[in-house]
Structures are given as structure tokens and as C-alpha cells.
């Protein structure tokens, strides 16, 4: 079974202080590394897919890379505006056909202090 | 663009009544999701429709059953509530695989008093 766990559950930074999420995750064959920001209410944001190990991308103050077993989420010189629940969710390679499942972390709630 | 549109938004329901969440995916997407998500809890997995017929079941309680229909909107229908049932209830929708998972509406809130 698919599983994903996320650390810390809740972080809190100053704004302007760097810091990484970690995502763990056990997955038979991974098709697809997702991460989602999810704002009180609202549904998941896609923020990054990763395929294979060594991916990094970037946007604005994000950057996810991506190993065999975990993925990290480094956010630089965060602002306030950036408070939310990160997600991040596996999708496995042997879910085909019509099955694009994703399997969720718990997540980690982040709150960036002006 | 057109997103994935949940109704309602907000719904308060007595134990043991039933309530009908809708959804409607981005047009010419044939798949269906619907996640159930806990306070404080990560989204799960309860059910996926592709083409009309469910292509994949979750943590889905025999008490609630789904559909999509012709128009590909879908359906989450839930009887026999209990208050362990009061969650954001999502939905997505996707066209096969795409680089972003899929989609998601902003969601249903289901209050079980």
C-alpha cells in the first residue's frame, strides 16, 4: 500500500527565514511526486510534479527535489503570503488505465510571521 | 478557464438524514475523484468514475454511494449521516494523466449536527 508522511506537521518561520518540508514516501513504482499548497477551505493547488530521482524544480520562493524515498520542499525567504498547508501525494506507476489515484501526506502546516 | 464546480458549498445536515453532493469537471475531462477530508486530516480517497463507470474505489462507507451521468458531472450521495461524517469534500476531475495530478473544485463542507 502507498504511503506518504509528511514532517513537521506545523512549522512556523519569520519571514525572510529559509526552511525545508520533508515527504516521505513507500510507493510500488512511482508514476508521480505532486506537491499542492491548500489554503483554510479551499481545494489543493498544484505546485510540482518530480518523476525521478535527482528532479528539482522551482517557482518563485519554492523549490522540490526529489530522492528513491523522500522529497523536499526548501521555501526561501518565505512571506506571510505563503502560510498554508503543503501537501504532498504519490501517484503509482502500476495505477493505469483509468486509475490516477493520489495518495496523500497529512501534510504540513506552514505560518510565516511578518 | 473553466475549474471544477462543486455544490453547494456549505451544507448542514441532522444524523441520519442524507445529503447530495454534486460536481462538475472541467469540460471534455472523463475521469471523476472524490476525496473526503477530514479536519486537520490529508485528503481520501473515496471514489473515481471514468467514462461513467467507477474505475476505482477508496475508504468509501457502504452508506454512500456515487454516479456520474451522461454529462460526466458526478454525484456523492450519503445516507444514514453520522457526525464522523462532517468533512471538506472534494472533487477533481482529469482527461487520463496529466503532469498535475488532476484538478480539484474548492470543495463541499458537510456539517453532521
Known amino acids: 500500500e502507498d504511503q506518504v508522511t509528511q514532517s513537521p506537521e506545523a512549522l512556523r518561520l519569520q519571514e525572510g527565514e529559509s526552511s525545508s518540508l520533508n515527504c516521505s514516501y513507500t510507493?510500488?513504482?512511482?508514476?508521480?511526486l505532486f506537491w499542492y499548497r491548500q489554503d483554510p477551505g479551499k481545494g489543493p493547488e498544484f505546485l510540482f510534479t518530480?518523476?525521478?530521482a535527482g528532479e528539482e524544480k522551482e517557482k518563485e520562493r519554492l523549490k522540490a527535489t526529489l530522492t528513491k524515498k523522500e522529497s523536499f520542499l526548501h521555501i526561501t525567504a518565505p512571506k506571510p503570503e505563503d502560510s498554508a498547508t503543503y501537501l504532498c501525494a504519490v501517484q503509482a506507476r502500476n495505477s493505469g488505465g483509468s486509475n490516477y489515484k493520489l495518495t496523500f501526506g497529512k501534510g504540513t502546516l506552514l505560518t510565516v510571521n511578518p | 478557464a473553466a475549474g471544477v464546480i462543486q455544490s453547494p458549498r456549505h451544507l448542514i445536515k441532522e444524523k441520519r438524514e442524507t445529503a447530495t453532493l454534486k460536481c462538475y469537471p472541467i469540460p471534455r475531462h472523463d475521469t471523476v475523484y472524490w476525496y473526503q477530508q477530514g479536519p486537520g486530516q490529508d485528503p481520501q480517497f473515496l471514489i473515481s468514475f471514468y467514462e461513467k463507470m467507477q474505475s476505482d474505489k477508496g475508504s468509501i462507507p457502504d452508506r454512500f454511494s456515487a454516479q456520474q451521468f451522461s454529462d460526466y458531472h458526478s454525484e456523492l450521495n450519503m445516507s444514514s449521516l453520522e457526525l464522523g461524517d462532517s468533512a471538506l469534500y472534494f472533487c477533481?476531475?482529469?482527461?487520463?494523466?496529466?503532469?498535475?495530478?488532476?484538478?480539484f473544485g474548492s470543495g463541499t463542507r458537510l456539517t453532521v449536527v
Open positions: 477533481a476531475s482529469s482527461l487520463g494523466w496529466q503532469p498535475y495530478g488532476y484538478t
Open positions: 510507493v510500488s513504482g512511482l508514476r508521480g
Open positions: 518530480l518523476y525521478s
